[in-house]
């Protein structure tokens, strides 16, 4: 048997992490005031189900032969039967695979039995939220008037999609992730009922490996099938996850925009697979960046955090960040753990997040002047205009300086307009491709004329990106969209390198190819 299975909470008492719903049922109980419909709400792996069988065995438990009850005695033939998934008033549906109408409609029928050998009929009722919309209108008329010989408890990962008459007529209860420690104290238990001989450092790490109790006990399993009493080393290779060790010299290069020694950092770990890139994004920047959060705005102190003193006085330098910066990279790296599943070369999106999270080109790129525009404007016109006697330009001359000075005025309005429409234009790309809005963040519109908006960009690499077909495509769907008219989108490079607000000098930062091909 599994050891999540064979270690699985059998009373109320055995349930950890959960006192806010173990204590209440447990009061109901030795009242004797049970409600018809119960909600189990929560992450999976918190026990929902465990505590639907622990209520279904008390209930039934032949050691209370009133209506008053209390802990299951786990010795009776009701207990031992429910817990070994053989009693017949206990019945546990899957509606994940039994959401249609002719499975409730088959339950209406039969709930109206009386129970074989217990007091009630109990059906507990999995990931409910699955159930179609005339399964929940035929399940709703049951709860509206159900047999006094029968209890529903609804489980659930989703409760929001829970129909609000479904809930108003049942009691709802919230089961959360325990904690680090609750974990803990279930591998102990483990460990000195199984005699493993674990060391408490490979227990500690085992706890971290993931936020549910059944997770950590697979892990603990799959580690102890291979080596009991493995070091962190060893699990780190079992498990293929990794614990971040010493300093945050790698926050500290995103900190300062070192963005080539970052990359170059990133790559000198031994990944492989999304899996283990997603494993790593969540240990050494999504946990420390959301620590150094929660010590800025003093949530977090020393004494709570779960680092070395060394380690938490480097975490104090880094809050010295502005709360909007650190927002921004907690963003950056949390979508680059999205985008990793879908990305034909696992290190991309986190390559693409650390260029993201160290403004690779934080300022602006330089702007092409009105004036510019107009001296270009005049050597168009000057070559497409036709030949004129002297008479003709007299009398256009009139009129020809108003007719330039519009239209160099409407070509100035589009590329405001343009501008001041940047925000709504990078929320409508980011649906359909992240790294594109990365790279259209750093462009800046310079000229829009007869259906063509020119933009710029600072470097070759990010024109490249742009001006690729399919993301070419992207671009002129979305412009045109907002625009309400069909445009085509060209990419340049920009004259100048960017300038520093601060300084004023152009920066030093290297083009991205250069970057990536240094690593080859």
């Known amino acids: 048997m599994s050891l999540y299975r064979k270690y699985r909470p059998q009373t109320f008492g055995e349930i950890i992490g959960q006192p806010h719903v173990s204590e209440p049922l447990l009061k109901q109980l030795t009242t004797g005031k049970i409600s018809h419909a119960y909600l189990f709400s929560g992450p999976r792996g918190t026990g929902k ?35 070994q998934g053989a009693y017949l008033d206990v019945l546990e549906i899957d509606a994940a695979s039994n959401r249609g109408i002719d499975e409730i409609r088959d339950l209406r029928e039969k709930i109206s039995l009386a129970p074989t050998t217990g007091r009630f009929k109990v059906y507990i009722i999995d990931e409910v ?9 035929a399940l709703l008329k049951t709860l509206e008037e ?32 325990p904690s680090e420690a609750d974990r803990l104290k279930v591998l102990e238990k483990i460990n000195k009922s199984e005699k493993f001989g674990t060391s408490q450092e490979t227990l500690k790490f085992l706890a971290k490996t993931s936020d549910t109790f059944r997770d950590c006990i697979v892990n603990y399993e799959k580690v102890a099938s291979v080596n009991p009493k493995a070091e962190t080393a060893e699990v780190e290779a079992i498990l293929l996850v990794r614990e971040r060790k010493g300093d945050f010299d790698y926050l500290k290069l995103i900190r300062d925009k070192k963005t080539k020694e970052a990359i170059i950092w990133l790559n000198k770990h031994d990944l492989s697979g999304a899996g283990d890139y997603k494993l790593f994004t969540e240990v050494f920047f999504l946990e420390p ?64 997040a650390i260029i993201e999270a160290c403004d690779f080109n934080e300022e602006p790129v330089s702007e092409v002047t009105v004036e510019k525009l107009r001296q270009e404007e005049e050597v168009r016109s000057e070559k497409t205009q036709e030949p004129e006697t002297a008479l003709s330009k007299e009398k256009e001359g009139k009129v020809k300086e ?35 809005e990365i790279f259209l963040r750093k462009a800046t519109p310079i000229s829009v004329e007869s259906g063509l908006i020119t933009l710029e960009v600072g470097y070759g690499f990010h024109r490249d990106m742009l001006a690729e077909t399919k993301n070419n495509e992207i671009l002129e769907r979305v412009f045109s969209e907002i625009l309400g008219k069909p445009v085509r989108i060209k990419v340049v490079v920009g004259e100048k390198k960017p300038q520093s607000k601060v300084t004023g000098n152009p920066l030093d930062e290297a083009d991205p190819v250069e970057v990536f091909g240094k690593l080859v």
């Open 49 to 83: 189900t465990s505590t639907a069988r622990i209520f279904a065995k008390s209930v039934n438990c032949q050691k209370y032969p009133d209506m008053t009850f209390g802990e299951p005695c786990n010795k009776c033939d009701n207990c031992k039967a429910i817990t």
């Open 129 to 137: 939220h699955m159930l179609t919309s005339e399964a929940f209108n």
């Open 146 to 177: 159900p047999p006094e010989h029968a209890i529903f408890i609804l489980a659930t990962t989703e409760a929001h999609k829970v129909p609000a008459t479904i809930q108003s007529r049942t009691q709802k209860y919230s089961l959360n992730l």
């Open 289 to 352: 960046l959301r620590d150094i959060l929660l010590i800025k705005v003093g949530v977090l102190t020393e004494s709570q955090a779960k680092y070395a003193p060394e380690e938490f006085r480097q975490l104090l330098e880094l809050a010295k960040i502005d709360r909007e910066k650190l927002t921004s990279w907690i963003n950056i790296f949390t979508n680059a753990i999205a985008e990793l599943k879908d990305s034909p070369i696992p290190q991309l999106p986190l390559e693409l």
């Open 402 to 436: 108003p007719i330039k000075e519009k239209k160099e005025k409407v070509l100035e309005e589009d590329v405001e307009s343009l501008r001041s429409s940047w925000p709504q234009i990078l929320q409508k790309v980011k649906p359909h491709n992240n790294s594109v």
